[in-house]
């Protein structure tokens, strides 16, 4: 399924993107430290929100499907970028607190570990970046 996003250059290292299905809007903004005002996420940040919301997707699909109540879950992730040998993320923390999860067992904790893994983010990922995830079942 293809989905087209409109963006648009609006001056100043901002861009507005349009999500062509839906229509909803965000924008775009370059990072301080890449000469931008850092008004807003950067283009990196996008991957790195991406990515934690990729994962907690695949989990609540997951929970969904079992009957598993993590509402209230929260995933925080770190973006790190590395200026050598060209700028570029060079490693993105992922950390989980799993509403509910310390009712659930080790088999069960293993699934939405793997599970989470199989996001399409994770999997796009160039191998350079450096993913680390945590899971805290709380």
């Not at 925080?76 to 999860?101: A, C, D, W, Y």
Request: charged fraction near 20%; hydrophobic fraction near 40%.
């Amino acid at each position: 399924m293809a989905v087209e996003i409109r963006i648009a250059y609006e001056g100043e290292l901002r861009c507005r993107c349009e999500h062509g299905p839906s229509g909803k809007v965000l924008s775009t903004d370059a990072p301080v430290d890449n000469q931008g005002k850092g008004e807003s996420f950067s283009p990196t940040d996008l991957v790195a929100t991406a990515l934690g919301t990729c994962m907690m997707t695949i989990i609540g699909i997951m929970a969904k499907q079992k009957g598993y109540p993590i509402e209230g879950t929260t995933v925080t992730v770190v973006k790190e970028m590395v200026q050598e040998p060209f700028r570029r993320i060079g490693k993105l923390s992922v950390v989980f607190h799993v509403k509910n999860g310390a009712s659930l067992g080790a088999k069960e904790r293993k699934m939405f570990e793997q599970a989470a893994y199989t996001c399409p983010v994770h999997k796009s990922l160039h191998p350079d970046v450096q993913v680390s995830v945590v899971f805290l079942w709380e």
